[in-house]
């Protein structure tokens, strides 16, 4: 009877540790993008940006970090709008993002399939932006080649929600090290400074907010400490 009771309690064990994967804590990420825009100005235009992210996992699956912004957000067209209006706005911003992955819900069983639906994510944030907007307005509808053109800095609070998947990749000895990332983030402003038309409530009775979407495509790092997890994430 001892020797059954051992052995339950040996194979317990045995089983535990496998039901059990080791990764790293911090992640550093790079990438860019295109960034459209939605605001009062009709024409919802096109830009580039870059972004750098740090990352402190709890778990495989979830994380706190911050991440860094720098692009252009556009939109109008003064020939075409109705009020001759065109933007474009270099922002800089800076947010606190936290995500969190299917994984941490899935079962722990490991295959192929399933580690990769894993990666997949949602996420929320706040941040500040700091607008640097080049705006055009006619001042005579009637001449299309007549404006002017005005350069207005502000700040604004901003909410990031982010929807994207993680693919990771293992190094040699099998922690899962190396990360490319596909997101996609759509960031609501508190604020008119994105678009540099301040007027929400006179022209447009709507007052719409100010938002716009940033589609990536990056990599990330993993390294330092180590943690250990419950949830099996990876081969061996």
Known sequence: MKRIIITILFLTTVLSSFAQSNFYK???????GVTQSFTE??????????????????TPFTSLGLEVQKGEVNGGDFRNNPLNREFVNSYQSFAVNAKVSLGQILNDNYNGASDVFKGIYLGAGVGVIKNSTLFTTGL?????????????????VFFPLNLGINVHFPDREGFYRYVINFNYQANVTLGEGLDGYDDSRITFQSGTVDIFTFFSLGVKYNFGKVGLSRKTFRKY
């Open 26 to 32: 911090i992640s550093v990420g790079a990438g860019f």
């Open 41 to 58: 100005v009709q024409k919802h235009g096109f830009g580039l940006a870059g972004y750098g992210t740090l990352d402190y996992l709890f």
């Open 140 to 156: 005579d509808p009637n001449d299309n080649n007549f404006a002017t053109v005005d350069h207005l800095d502000s700040k604004d």
